[in-house]
């Protein structure tokens, strides 16, 4: 063995002895021999063409650890008529170099439920004797900052309402539970007892081992070249592999880093955006001191974790900025294989190990991995149904999470695959939440640089990335730039937040603080709030995706109505708002749509919404080509006229009447402005003020703010962001789909049942709704009002904040903000009655149990609960209503 020495910036040397790839390699070899010996998978040579079946209801590529958990709990579910392949060896890409750290303190749901399920699946499976190396040995995450330890006592609150067991300690605390943790500049932490570690490469044998015995066929060294595809509205009819075709119903690209380059392997493209980084970690042989049940330590704000490993230690972490790899593909059989080692750019991380655990210091290092790791554009998986290929499903991108998630995405992935969808909400990992864009090679090797640090970075609220910026933006952008616009972006599509004069367009610190309590834009978005209320503003909204449907026939209006709740048979002009509902009632889309001819129809939904709402309503197309369907969000930009003056401004470089008698709430026209001509206006704004969105064809855009703008001035108009908007909506009581709508949440639960008319005949999730008007709900979407809560010292509730009725957990909050007008903090969430089980119980009269007069209210905020006061919403004749002709009206506890 060759010694070198490795240099730190505290003139520490450690003796580092080349072992190549040994310690980890024997675990996997030792898993494949126990397969072997039971010859529960087959190893296919080259000419095996009849080894192969031709036939399978179920191909899933991919033998890591996500391709073999789906087909274990596809297998659970009684589904065995499955192949996976895997083109090189089970384990072979980066599952083998895994850490197999299990931690369950989550920033989401769908996370933590992943999470704790995938615990819950190992720990069981080791107790029933499969060896995967478990231990429950507890984690420690390190707080070095009062703002970190509040991200935690976040965190801890949820994780106590949803049942986990979790506790702030103290550093003296931190010390006992770890001595080997050097605590002198820690403000805290928190202690999760139920988190752990264990092997990945055994984890993924054991699934392979069960899922076989269930009837499930595993393949090695059979490579995918094509999947096939038929109908005109693509669909999965097999795949092409180097030892035959299979015909198949399903498809999962379960590839990891090369997911992206079998998602171009079938017609259409499937969009698979992903990106390999180095990762890196350094492993030491056994250390005097370090005790085999030795907590899983994460110090987020020095970028490291450290476990247990064979009596010492293995600690590596996600550095500020990473190295991307493989930018011009992955190389042949890259199996069982690592990276150059890179000290000098590991030196970061050394630095704060060495920092934080300081027997390190003295330590020898068996081996420095460097491992490639998929990592995708938000940081967060890729899960669920292309928008592109019907049947064809990804798991793929687990940004160095494939262990902690696989068994809650394998779960889930058989429930999307079985039942049409999975059972809790999975839109933030959905893969549709992207556009195409998003899979630019470019786009994403410059993205990953920044998503490797954010892991461990502080989750901060409506932070932006820094990084892919200025990629989609409206004519109006520059104008808005040299205004003091602070941009955000939204499907990679640049947005105005808020303006200040002293911001030049960007994430400015000086500008923009990053905390938890009152944001720096506090005072300027409170003007702007009231600019809309008290004058005319203008919001450039041009990235809501727009969508055009026609027919020749009455085709076109037979398909809405049959995909929409709402009625859409209205008088032509009429603007209808309506959701787009599943199987179950919950919401698919949420939409404003405008009926301009018999049989023609625009369309607008939110931005997040333009991929999913494009698959949804290509999924529904009849199949005789009778109808289309076009998006055109970039034919358009929008401008929102909002406030008071809103009328009077618009009527003065237009040439037809704004009154409101003869341009009416939810009424579309089309009319000039200034010398453009072909705007489509509609009297509705998504904040519950009067005004006008304006659909402007792109080439017009900057004309007509322009001459909006100059014709204001007597008004004093004024430009406004995203976030007066949102103050606007979230005090009107306004629910947005992907913050508080979503695939299980539907309209008879967030007050909307005034936007579906169940007496027009049949409709996508129809039964579901008739079934709760006649029997109840589980679930009510209700606005707090927050008592004794002090704005500018506080701190503040973004979502997800616990709360509590009576003492008893009853739900979440899902988006807050501050209510100018009503100068209190508002908060929306829903609330369920939650049996001992944690299931929510049917309610007939749920109103009635919300608004209770005993009922006691506190929303939990980093620790700290605050009593509320509850509304719902009642739908009742508005006269002042410039939204609809019924709109809900908040109903306040006394």
Known sequence: MASVWCKSMQNFKCQYQTLGN???????????????????????????????????????AGGGVIGTSVAYHLAERGWTDVILLEQGRL??????????????????????????????????????????????????????????????????ALAKANGTEAHIVTPAEIQKLSPLIQTEDLCGGIYI?????????????????????????VFEGVQIDKVLTKNKSPQVSGVETSHGTIQCEYFVNCAGQWARELGKLSKPKVRVPLHSCEH??????????????????????????????????????????????????????????????????????????????????????????????????????????????????????????????????????????????????????????FVSLHNNKRFLGERVKEIVGKLYRLPYPLVEYATGRKLRTSPLHTRLEGLGAYFGETMAYERAMWFSPQNEGMADEKVFKLTWG???????????????KERVCLIDMSSFAKFEIKSTGPGALEYLQYICSNDIDQDIGTVVHTGMQNESGGFENDCSIARLQDNYFFMICPATQQTRASFWLRHHLPEDGSVQVRDVTSMYSGINLIGPHAQQLLGDVTDISTDRSDFKAMTCKEIDVGCASGIRAMRLTHSGEDGFILYIPAEYALHTYDTLMHAG??????????????????????????????????????????????????????DALQQQKDHGIHQKFVQFLLDDFDVHSDLWPWGGEPIYRNGKYV??????????????????????????????????????????????????????????????????????????????VPVQQK
């Open 713 to 766: 001035k007597d008004y004093g108009a004024r430009n406004a962001g995203y976030y007066a908007m949102r103050h606007l909506r979230i005090e009107k009581f306004f629910a947005y789909w992907g913050l508080d709508l979503h695939t299980f949440t539907t309209p008879m639960e967030c007050g909307r049942e005034f936007r579906v008319n169940l007496d027009k005949g049949d409709f996508i999730g129809r």
């Open 22 to 60: 040994v310690s980890l390699v024997k675990r996997c070899l030792i898993g494949r021999q126990q397969m072997e010996q039971t010859r529960l998978y087959t190893i296919v040579q080259p000419g095996d063409f009849n080894i192969v079946p031709k036939q399978a209801q179920v191909v899933i």
């Open 91 to 156: 384990t072979c890409g980066t599952t083998w170099h895994a850490a197999g750290l299990i931690g369950t303190m989550r920033s989401n749901v769908a996370e933590s439920k992943m999470a704790i399920y995938s615990r819950n699946l190992y720990r069981r499976l080791e107790e029933e004797g499969h060896g995967m190396g478990w231990k429950q040995c507890g984690s420690i995450s390190l707080a070095r900052t009062k703002n970190r330890l509040i991200d935690f006592k976040r965190k801890a």
């Open 280 to 433: 890196f970690y350094v492993v030491t042989k056994p250390i005097e001191g370090v005790d085999n049940m030795q907590p899983v330590i994460r110090d987020l704000d020095g970028m490291i974790y450290v476990r247990e490993w064979n009596g010492g230690l293995l600690a590596g972490g996600f550095e500020p900025v990473a190295k991307p790899v493989f930018h011009r593909g992955i190389p042949e059989k890259f199996e069982f294989q690592l990276l150059t080692e890179d000290w000098d750019h590991f030196q970061i991380l050394l630095d704060e190990i060495l920092h934080r655990i300081p027997k390190m210091q003295d330590a020898q290092v068996r081996q420095l991995l460097n491992g490639p790791e998929s990592f995708t554009p938000d940081g967060r998986i890729l899960l669920g149904e292309s928008s592109l290929i019907n049947n064809y499903f990804v798991a793929a991108g687990m940004n160095s999470h494939g262990i902690v998630f696989a068994g809650g995405a394998g779960k889930f992935m058989a429930e999307w695959i079985i039942d049409g969808k999975a059972s809790t909400d999975m839109w933030s990992h959905d893969i549709r939440r």
């Open 518 to 532: 009152k944001p720096s834009w506090f005072e300027s978005v409170q003007e702007e709030y009231w600019a809309c």
């Open 811 to 888: 739900g979440q909050t899902t988006t807050c903000g501050y209510g100018f007008t009503l100068d209190q903090m508002v908060c929306l969430g829903y609330v369920s009655d939650f049996d001992e089980d944690g299931k929510p119980q049917l309610k007939k009269y749920m109103n009635k149990w919300v608004m209770e007069k005993d009922a006691q209210y506190e929303i939990d905020i980093a620790g700290r609960k605050y009593t509320a006061k509850a509304g719902i919403y009642t739908p009742k004749l508005a006269m002042s209503s410039f939204e609809a002709s019924f709109i809900p």
């Open 193 to 217: 007892p139920g988190d752990g570690q264990l092997t990945a490469p055994d984890v993924t044998i054991v699934l392979a081992n069960l899922a076989k015995q269930k009837g499930v066929k």
